[in-house]
T-cell receptor, first 112, second 113 residues
Framework: GQNIDQPTEMTATEGAIVQINCTYQ??????LFWYQQHAGEAPTFLSY????GLEEKGRFSSFLSRSKGYSYLLLKELQMKDSASYLC?????????????FGSGTQLTVLP | DTEVTQTPKHLVMGMTNKKSLKCEQH?????MYWYKQKAKKPPELMFV???????INESVPSRFSPECPNSSLLNLHLHALQPEDSALYLC????????????FGPGTRLTVL
C-alpha cells in the first residue's frame, strides 16, 4: 500500500519562498505528482517527478529523492492567489500504473 | 479543446432518486477516472476506465454505477444514495504514455437529502 505524509497547514508572506514537503512509503513507485486545489474547485496539475532531482517550472519547482521517499514543492515570489491546498500524489507500481494515491494536502495561506 | 467538462455543476437529490453525472473530454485521452472528495479531504479514487473498459473499482457500493459509452464520455449513475454520499465528484482523464498525468474536471457538487 501507500502512505503519504505532508504538513496540514503552512503560512507564508506575499513575496516570500515556501517549501512544502511530502514523504511517502510505498510498495512500488511510478512517479510523484503535485496538484494545486483552490477551495471548491478541481485539482490542477503542477508538476511530475519520476527521476531524482529538481524540476523547475516558472515560480514552481519540485524535487524528488526516491531513495529517501521524499519530495518537496518550492513556491517562489508568493502571491495571494497561491493560497490553496497543495496535494502530493504518488502513482503505484506498474500493475496499477494509472492509480494515484493522494496525501491529505497542505493548506497554504499567503498573508499580505 | 484542452479541458475536461462535467455536468451538472450542482445536484441535489433525494435518497429515492435516480440521477446521472456526466464527464466529457476531447483530448484523445484513453483513461478516465471518477473520484469522490469530501470537504478538507483528498480525492478518493472510485473507478478507472482504460480504453473504455473498467480496470479499477475501488470497492465502491453498487448504488454508484459507472458507464463509459465511448472514449470521450464517462457517466456515473446514482441510485438510492445516502446523505453521507454528499461530496464533490471529480472526473479526470489522462493520455496514454509514461507520465499519465491526470487532468481534472471542475466537479459536480452533490447533496443527498
Amino acid at each position: 500500500g501507500q502512505n503519504i505524509d505532508q504538513p496540514t497547514e503552512m503560512t507564508a508572506t506575499e513575496g516570500a519562498i515556501v517549501q512544502i514537503n511530502c514523504t511517502y512509503q510505498t510498495s512500488g513507485f511510478n512517479g510523484l505528482f503535485w496538484y494545486q486545489q483552490h477551495a471548491g474547485e478541481a485539482p490542477t496539475f503542477l508538476s511530475y517527478n519520476v527521476l531524482d532531482g529538481l524540476e523547475e517550472k516558472g515560480r514552481f519547482s519540485s524535487f524528488l529523492s526516491r531513495s529517501k521517499g521524499y519530495s518537496y514543492l518550492l513556491l517562489k515570489e508568493l502571491q495571494m492567489k497561491d493560497s490553496a491546498s497543495y496535494l502530493c500524489a504518488v502513482r503505484g507500481p506498474s500493475g496499477s500504473a494509472r492509480q494515484l494515491t493522494f496525501g491529505s494536502g497542505t493548506q497554504l495561506t499567503v498573508l499580505p | 479543446d484542452t479541458e475536461v467538462t462535467q455536468t451538472p455543476k450542482h445536484l441535489v437529490m433525494g435518497m429515492t432518486n435516480k440521477k446521472s453525472l456526466k464527464c466529457e473530454q476531447h483530448m484523445g485521452h484513453r483513461a478516465m477516472y471518477w473520484y469522490k472528495q469530501k470537504a478538507k479531504k483528498p480525492p478518493e479514487l472510485m473507478f478507472v476506465y482504460s480504453y473504455e473498459k473498467l480496470s479499477i473499482n475501488e470497492s465502491v457500493p453498487s448504488r454508484f454505477s459507472p458507464e463509459c459509452p465511448n472514449s470521450s464520455l464517462l457517466n456515473l449513475h446514482l441510485h438510492a444514495l445516502q446523505p453521507e454520499d454528499s461530496a464533490l465528484y471529480l472526473c479526470a482523464s489522462s493520455p496514454p504514455g509514461a507520465a499519465d498525468t491526470q487532468y481534472f474536471g471542475p466537479g459536480t457538487r452533490l447533496t443527498v437529502l
